[in-house]
């Protein structure tokens, strides 16, 4: 995980930064047979009850379509989470007052976008990722674009 202001001086952040405005990071490891005991946890103690994985890579079919879809700045009413088992991505999130957090993750990075809050992603130049995603609920996922 690499994390950075977007604005203004564009100085470093911290993971006590991100927890500081609601984001939860933790690494993983990503061998199916060790992710799966902390996976877990955090579903029984979050709530989160749906597991899939999903897949970006350049082929994809309608790859820009569906990156077109989640680089609109919005928000879920859950949380949006992401445990990258391959490739890398980049969330844009905002903070507590605003400002966007960019958060490029990677291989063995779980990210936790709180819902309610508002964000964007986009891939690399690799175009790239799998990841487990969790839900509470799908429809809780549904994005609702700001502005
Ligand atoms: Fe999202």
Redo the contacts with the bound molecule.
């Keep these: 995980m690499k994390a950075h202001w977007l604005e203004g001086e564009g100085g470093a952040i911290d993971p006590q930064t991100l927890i500081d405005n609601d984001v939860l990071y933790q690494q993983i490891d990503t061998h199916p047979a060790r992710y799966r005991t902390p996976v877990d946890e955090l579903k029984t103690t979050r709530g989160y009850v749906q597991e899939d994985i999903v897949e970006l890579n350049p082929q994809t079919p309608d790859l820009d379509a569906i990156c077109a879809k989640?680089i609109g700045e919005?928000?879920?009413d859950d949380d949006?989470v992401r445990f990258v088992l391959e490739g890398e991505g980049i969330f844009d999130i905002r903070s507590r007052d605003d400002r966007y957090m960019r958060v490029q993750v990677k291989k063995g990075d779980l990210i936790v976008?709180p819902a309610k809050r508002h964000?964007?992603?986009m891939l690399t130049e690799t175009k790239s990722i799998r990841c487990v995603r969790l839900f509470k609920d799908q429809s809780g996922?549904v994005?609702h674009y700001r502005g």
Excluded: G, Q, T
Aim: no cysteine.
């Design positions: 989640f919005h928000f879920h949006e976008v964000h964007r992603f996922w994005p």
